[in-house]
């Protein structure tokens, strides 16, 4: 991983025009959990291939990655990321998005430096725009239920596994076809990856209302603040008694509550419902679908123990 | 061209979710010149490549312009693109935003569809990704320039080669590309391709001033109105005596003027300087060049006399 650092620190050199460039190295220098990146060289190595060259779609993931957060942040006025300025409040919209533009095609430029074979290369580039597209569908139901009256458990399923699965599964095939991996390895690792996310989407809803607050990255209880109809959300209304759900549309019809009254009052209903034990379930059931996918791939290599650990690390955090 | 229309109206049939897919479809369909996919067609025509197959880049060319244009008329606050209300303001600006960023990987996708050899497709991908950078370039350089205090002729011929003309020959190397044309002819059409974006470029700038209004597509004086440094502007201001340039730099100084008084102060400054005839010396350097590429290419195609005409009828153009 130090390596994908100081590839960042060197990728832009003082490239004109400043105001384009400058903000595409802000954000690939400010750090993060490269997750993205950490997947595809793992993916790599359980199919035993060159470390080195992985290096090229580990990047370009990681940098589509950030190209996904910079037009976010614009979406949902977000003025800090990871603790800094976000790009559209350090410079402007207009800058935002057109880095935004120049990353996600530097992203494609940094995959398509990929020394292997023109076949596995379009392969990757296949997989990659397919996994930028399904991004944005993601983004875009995200933004459309914002404004819903109501939202199945279903959709919601949909939309992380758009916007949050498909880039982890993305990954981890990626390294495998770099690797070389046979095609029914290739599929699983996707398969893998697409239930790796759906249970690290939900356990992330699930830290939002119960998580530590001294551990976790984010405030604590921000999605109930913003009235972001979460999986714990769409259950709670979903088993709730007439009183309580009045009392859920009524705090998530507005946001203008004091944040502490409003953070309780939804808890306190989702404690009755034992809604956090539901969503555990379903989150233990997507794990489980992970785990059975990656014990049937053929591979001898410590990855596929790192692997399983990681998932069970991302789904017991508690940050 | 009938083909690329087709081809569009089909391509985008009810996907989900709506508010993504319906903003491409309504950019896609609205027409417009489509100078670039009949560039690819036509260089792929020159170096007698298949007509069918084509189809794809020429497509793809085509869905970057428009992509574009998407997020251009949110950073310039553009009302109507074509004679219709633009995405973002017939929608909203993130929602223009997502559909610009489907429509940039979707036009990566489908320069993917295109039968060919891996070889020839991982070219025209990294063609097409530079191609795309380049573009964001020129689109910087151009709101640097908004706020510069001075721009040089370089700066401005850098920047419109940029924004304009790597695009143009960007379609003809693909098309030559996808022909399997000979490496010194797809250089060859490439920087035909630069020298006649140069000269299109200025002549839109010359138009502006001095085109029939009638007949041209946009309002003339536009540029005027909105204190854009032309050429015609920076040349201007160049050769101005201290009693000119003071009063073009208080007309570009704010938008708050009567149009018609800017317009005829501005043009009768440009007029006594012989603006148009030094800008119509440069276009036309710009056309030779063009012109002395396009003869060094090996084809007897019918195709180098349509783009030796098209040459000629662009920069000569009223409209």
């Known amino acids: ?175 495998a076809l770099h690797a070389s991996a046979a095609a029914a390895d290739c599929n699983r690792i996707y398969d893998f990856g697409i239930n790796l996310g759906m249970a690290f989407q939900l356990q992330d809803d699930i830290l939002d209302v119960y998580g530590d607050k001294a551990l976790f990255g984010k405030v604590c209880g921000g999605d109930i603040r913003d009235n972001k109809k979460t999986y714990l959300y769409i259950v709670a209304l979903e088993k709730a008694d007439e009183a309580q759900r009045a009392k859920l549309q009524h705090y998530f019809g507005s946001t203008d509550f004091d944040f502490q009254e409003k953070y309780n009052a939804v808890k306190a209903i989702f404690d009755a419902l034992e809604i956090k034990k539901e969503t555990e379930q379903v989150m233990q059931s997507y794990v489980d679908k992970a785990i059975a996918q990656l014990v049937l791939i053929h591979s001898d290599s410590p990855a596929k123990e790192t692997l399983h650990n990681l998932t069970l690390k991302l789904c017991n955090r508690n940050q």
């Open 1 to 175: 991983m130090k390596q994908l650092e100081s590839h960042f620190e060197t990728l832009i050199g003082g490239q004109l025009p400043l105001n384009l460039y400058e903000p595409v190295h802000y954000v690939l220098t400010q750090g993060g959990k490269r997750i993205r990146p950490y997947l595809v060289m793992q993916a790599n190595e359980l199919f035993g291939g060159n470390p080195k060259t992985v290096l090229y779609p580990a990047a370009a993931f990681e940098m589509l990655h950030n190209f996904t957060l910079i037009h976010d942040d614009i979406m949902d006025n977000a003025p800090l990321r990871r603790g800094k300025p976000t790009v559209y409040k350090k410079w402007n919209s207009s800058i935002a998005i057109l880095a935004g533009d120049a990353l996600a095609t530097m992203a494609f430029q940094e995959l398509l430096k990929t020394p292997c074979s023109s076949e596995t290369l379009i392969e990757m580039c296949r997989l990659f725009a397919r996994t930028s597209v399904e991004i944005c569908e993601g983004q875009q139901y995200d933004l459309d239920f914002e404004t819903a009256d109501s939202v199945s458990k279903e959709a919601y399923l949909d939309m992380i596994r758009l916007k949050t699965a498909v880039m982890l599964a993305g990954c981890l095939k990626a390294g």
